[in-house]
C-alpha cells in the first residue's frame, strides 16, 4: 500500500514536498516514481529513483525544479516540488515496482490514492 500526501493549493513560484510512505512490500528493493494526471490528460511521469537510490531521472518539464529522494528506514519516497507554475496542477500519484521503473506507465506495479496539487497564478 502506498500513500500519498502533501498535496495542496500554492501559488505560481510557491514550493511543496509530497511524502509517499510504503507498507507492504520490500521498501529496499523497489524503484519509486512519481507521475501525475492533470484534468482531461493522460496519467504521465514526472520523476523516479532506484532502489538504492544511485539513480534518479526526470521529466524534461520538471527537471531542475523538482527532486525526488527517498528513506528507506522510513519506507518513504519524497517530491520536492520548487518553483511551480500552473501546468504543474495535477493529481500526484506514487508508484513502486521491484522490477526496473521506468517513464512508462506499464513498468509499475503499485500505485498510491493520489494528491491534488493546485497552482494558482
Known amino acids: 500500500q502506498l500513500q500519498a500526501s502533501g498535496g495542496g493549493l500554492v501559488q505560481a513560484g510557491d514550493s511543496l514536498r509530497l511524502s509517499c510512505t510504503a507498507s507492504g512490500l520490500t521498501f529496499s528493493n523497489c524503484d519509486m516514481g512519481w507521475f501525475r494526471q492533470a484534468p482531461g490528460k493522460a496519467r504521465e511521469f514526472v520523476a523516479a529513483i532506484s532502489w538504492n537510490g544511485v539513480a534518479a531521472f526526470y521529466a524534461d518539464s520538471v527537471k531542475g525544479r523538482f527532486a525526488i529522494s527517498r528513506v528507506d528506514t522510513k519506507n518513504m519516497v519524497s517530491l520536492q516540488m520548487n518553483s511551480l507554475n500552473t501546468e504543474d496542477t495535477a493529481v500526484y500519484y506514487c508508484?513502486?515496482?521491484?522490477?526496473?521503473?521506468?517513464?512508462?506507465?506499464?513498468?509499475?506495479?503499485?500505485w498510491g490514492q493520489g494528491t491534488q496539487v493546485t497552482v494558482s497564478s
Open positions: 508508484a513502486a515496482t521491484e522490477r526496473r521503473g521506468g517513464r512508462n506507465i506499464g513498468s509499475w506495479d503499485a
